[in-house]
C-alpha cells in the first residue's frame, strides 16, 4: 500500500507470487503449521549491501538439505530473488533506518487424492524485516540481562544444532523463564550437562583475563555474526577459544559478549543478579572493528 507517496507496506515474494507482506499466509496443512517444519534465514542489510551472504546462504543449504526440502532456487537464484526483492520495495526501503531479508521454506502440503498422493511442492517465502534501531542502539550502548534458565537444547540426536529453524519452543520457554527475573531479559539455554549454549537472538561469549570464550561448536548455532567476530579477534589479537562454559564461569566472567544478526555485537549488562562492566574493553575493541567493517561493506 501506498500513501502520500510512502509505501506503508512491502511486497513479498510466495511461491512465484509478489503480494503485499501483511498478505503473507500459509495453508493450515503447510507442515510449517503442522509440524514446525521450517527453514529460515535473517540476513542484515548494510548501506544497501546484504551483508554475509555467502555464509548465510551456506547455512540455509545445509538447513534444507537436512529438511529434505527439494525444489528451491539455488544460491544464485536466491541471490537474483533477493535483488528483485529489494528492487520492487525500493520506495520502502528508501524510509527504513535499518533493514533485513528473511528467507523461509517449508516442504510444502501434500495433496492426498481418493486414491493417489500428489508430492508437495516446496513453500518459499521471502520478506523485508525492519529492524528498531533505538532498541539496537539500546543494546550496543548499555547492553542487555542475561539469565541463565534451567531449559535444555534439544540433543543433537533429535536435529543438528547447526540447523536454522522455526522451531523455537526451547527459546520460547527460555525467554518466559527470563522474563519473570527481568522484563528484557534474555534467557540463556543450558545443555545436558549444565553448560552453556546460546539464547533465542544471540550467540553467547564470555571474556577471561582477556581470551574470548564460546562454546563448542557442536553446542550451538553456528551464527553467522560469531564466525565474522572470531575473525575479528585473529586481527586483533584476542585469543578465541571454544569450551565447554560451565554456568558459573558464565557468572563470573569479566565480560558477556553477545552476536546476532540484527545488532551485530552488543553485550549483558548483567547476568542473573550481577551487573556486568559496561562496557568492558573487549567488547568496545569488538564494537569498534564492526563497526569499521560494516561501513565499509
Known sequence: MIKDGI??????????????DDQLALPLSDPAVTHGVCAVE?????????????????????TIDALKISG????AGLQQLISELMDRNESWIANQTSF??????SPGSLITGAHTQTAPQP????????????????????????????????????????????????????????????????????????TVTETAIANVLLVQKGSVLSPQ????????????????????????LTRRLNTQRLREADEVILTGTSCGV??????DDRMMPSPGPVYTQLRQAWDRITSAS
Open 7 to 20: 509505501a506503508l507496506s512491502a511486497l513479498a515474494f510466495l511461491n512465484g507470487d509478489w503480494i503485499p
Open 42 to 62: 535473517r540476513m542484515r542489510v548494510y548501506h544497501g549491501q546484504l551483508w554475509q551472504t555467502e555464509l548465510h546462504l551456506q547455512r540455509w543449504q545445509r
Open 72 to 75: 528451491l532456487p539455488s544460491a
Open 100 to 105: 533485513g531479508v528473511v528467507l523461509l521454506a
Open 123 to 194: 513453500t518459499l517465502i521471502l520478506h523485508l524485516y525492519c529492524i528498531d534501531e533505538g532498541a539496537m542502539q539500546q543494546r550496543i550502548e548499555h547492553g542487555m540481562p542475561l539469565v541463565i534458565t534451567d531449559v535444555q537444547q534439544p540433543p543433537s540426536a533429535s536435529w543438528d544444532r547447526r540447523l536454522k529453524v522455526r522451531s523455537r519452543l526451547h527459546y520460547y520457554l527460555a525467554d518466559q523463564q527470563a522474563h519473570q527475573v527481568h522484563p528484557l531479559a534474555s534467557g540463556v539455554l543450558v545443555d545436558h550437562d549444565g
Open 217 to 240: 561448536p557442536d553446542q550451538i548455532l553456528p551464527g553467522v555474526s560469531l564466525q565474522v567476530v572470531q575473525r575479528l579477534c585473529a586481527e586483533l589479537q584476542l585469543p578465541f
Open 266 to 271: 552488543w553485550f549483558a549488562s548483567q547476568v
